[in-house]
């Protein structure tokens, strides 16, 4: 292959994926990377079967860690190897390498084919293999060598993913647009209000309501006793107190990008302290003489009161699960490494359904109260937008309020006359948010009217005239046709490849070796081992 080699760069275009496996997994871990972390090949060498053809262990190896590494590289260390467990991260690799298969089929079925010419200018224009703007093919064995154990097997792989693009590009091809869909989703775009509105917040109307008395809290909490339960039932954080300590620690610190090196020496040195705590030294004494930690050191390590969610999760596990006196074992984070010792255990709390019962009787009553009150000034507003201008009704505090002689408030929050912006058809309407109903009755309303009723969003009733309206000009229509139907086009494209492939694997006959997904998942946890 190397051989046939040609200085033209033109050909297939380098899309983003073998970007992605040659710089990041190349470039990125540098030569040898392969031999870092991935072990399953040793105990199994193949990943998956796909109608007889089989996935090599390393073909899954390189995609499991090339996803793993980017994702680190574009989340930095908080992706942790449990992260990537949630993600479901072994699953995505190996669902690539299968799909990929099963796309190859399909291009041998349809005759499609890269010749040998194509490959080489794919693998000439790749700058990973560059010295000087050139292609270096020195560089280019080397490299490949080291990560796929041979320019043969790599440009197999290369050639696997050309074709895959080759026959994705062919299915995205048989997606239209029928002409009805792009004029109407051209005309929405085009078809477009904006309000000018006053929100009536009920937060601030709770303000303004008359405190319930004794003897109206016990009446509710008799009347809505179901309401309750669910409200203390929807609430837990309210009423759990969930159990904390008073915890001291000794950090080794750690940079974020930590070499293996050292990773070790900090492990040795956290070691060596964790040896003299067992033969009983002081924790606070020696946390002051060795802990990196400037914040604590002073204080013998002491960090207080920690509690779920107050620290990072390994630091939290490991202090929740000691008891009083208790020092950890090593404890690894972002920050380095950590003995823990933990002088005060707080134990779990619950606030009983019967105790919370009267706070939250309260509590729903002054809200009831707050809510019908911010209604009923909605209301009065609406009416009163019928024969005055809304913005000389509410206006802002500043010039308009002087030039009117007033600042409308309530609860002591300002009532303002707001825009909202222009917007088209759906629910959505901007700094309202998602309120079913609205956008179509502006779309539906007459400029300087009020919309016919109190809308309700989260925050409070609104009050709405409609400020503006744009239609459709159907003369700019040919020439903004084509820019649409490219956009829905894009938009619809992934469905469809989506619904092909799963027609691909719904037919295929797919064997997967659990062994190599939990062995490479474990190969890429610096922490195992």
């Given at each position: 292959m190397l051989d046939n080699l040609r200085a033209n760069k033109g050909g297939i275009i380098t899309y983003l994926f073998l970007f992605a496996i040659i710089i990041v997994f190349i470039v990125s871990f540098g030569p040898g990377s392969l031999d870092k972390g991935c072990t399953a090949g040793r105990s199994a060498t193949w990943a998956a079967r796909v109608n007889g053809t089989t996935i090599p262990a390393a073909s899954y190896e390189r995609a499991y860690q090339n996803l793993?590494?980017?994702?680190?590289?574009?989340?930095?260390?908080?992706?942790?190897?449990?992260?990537?467990?949630?993600?479901?991260?072994?699953t995505m690799a190996l669902d690539q390498l299968v799909e990929r298969t099963l796309a190859v089929d399909e291009a041998g079925r349809r005759g499609l084919a890269i010749t040998d010419d194509q490959l080489a200018s794919t693998i000439m224009a790749l700058p990973a293999f560059e010295t000087g703007g050139h292609f270096d093919r020195d560089l280019y064995q080397r490299t490949v060598s080291s990560v796929y154990g041979s320019p043969a097997r790599f440009e197999a792989e290369l050639r696997e993913e050309l074709l895959r693009q080759r026959v994705m590009a062919?299915?995205?091809?048989?997606v239209k647009v029928p002409e009805a869909e792009v004029h109407q989703a051209w005309a929405d775009e085009h078809d477009r209000a904006s309000l000018l509105f006053v929100r009536f917040p009920a937060a601030a109307a709770a303000a303004e309501v008359r405190p319930p008395s004794a003897a109206e809290v016990t009446a509710f909490a008799a009347s809505a006793r179901g309401r309750i339960e669910a409200f203390y039932a929807a609430n837990p954080a309210r009423f759990d107190e969930p159990r904390r300590v008073r915890a001291r620690h000794i950090l080794v610190a750690l940079p974020a990008d930590a070499t293996d090196a050292q990773v070790a020496a900090a492990r040795a040195r956290i070691d060596g302290l964790a040896a003299r705590l067992a033969r009983g030294e002081d924790f606070a004494k020696v946390a002051a003489e060795a802990s990196d930690d400037r914040n604590t050191r002073a204080h013998g390590g002491d960090l207080g009161v920690v509690a779920e969610g107050l620290v990072e999760k390994p630091f939290a596990d490991a202090a929740l699960a000691l008891a009083a006196g208790a020092v950890s074992a090593p404890v690894r984070t972002r920050a380095g490494w950590h003995l823990i010792r933990v002088d005060e255990v707080f134990p779990v709390k619950k606030v009983p359904l019967d105790a919370a019962r009267p706070v939250i009787a309260r509590e729903l009553l002054v809200k009831d109260r707050a809510e019908?009150?911010?209604?009923?000034?909605?209301?009065?507003?609406?009416?009163?937008a019928g024969t005055r201008p809304l913005a000389e009704l509410f206006p802002a505090a500043g010039g308009g309020a002087k030039a009117h002689g007033r600042v409308v408030k309530l609860g002591g929050a300002v009532l303002a006359a707001e825009s909202t912006g222009p917007f088209g058809a759906g629910t959505f309407v901007p700094r309202l948010g998602d309120v079913p109903g609205l956008a179509a009755a502006a779309l539906a309303g007459t400029v300087g009217k009020p919309l016919p009723s109190v809308w309700k969003t989260p925050e409070g009733p609104v009050v709405a005239v409609l400020e503006r309206r744009d239609r459709p000009d159907a003369?700019?229509?040919p020439a903004e046709r084509g820019e649409v139907a490219s956009r829905l086009r894009r938009r619809l494209e992934p469905q469809v490849e989506a619904a092909w492939m799963k027609l691909l694997r719904d037919a295929a006959k797919v064997q997967v070796n659990p062994a190599v997904l939990r062995s490479a998942a474990a190969a890429a946890d610096p922490d195992a081992g």
């Open positions: 793993l590494r980017g994702l680190q590289q574009q989340a930095g260390p908080a992706f942790s190897r449990e992260l990537a467990e949630q993600m479901g991260l072994q062919a299915v995205r091809e048989t019908a009150l911010a209604q009923a000034r909605a209301a009065a507003a609406l009416a009163a003369g700019r229509y």
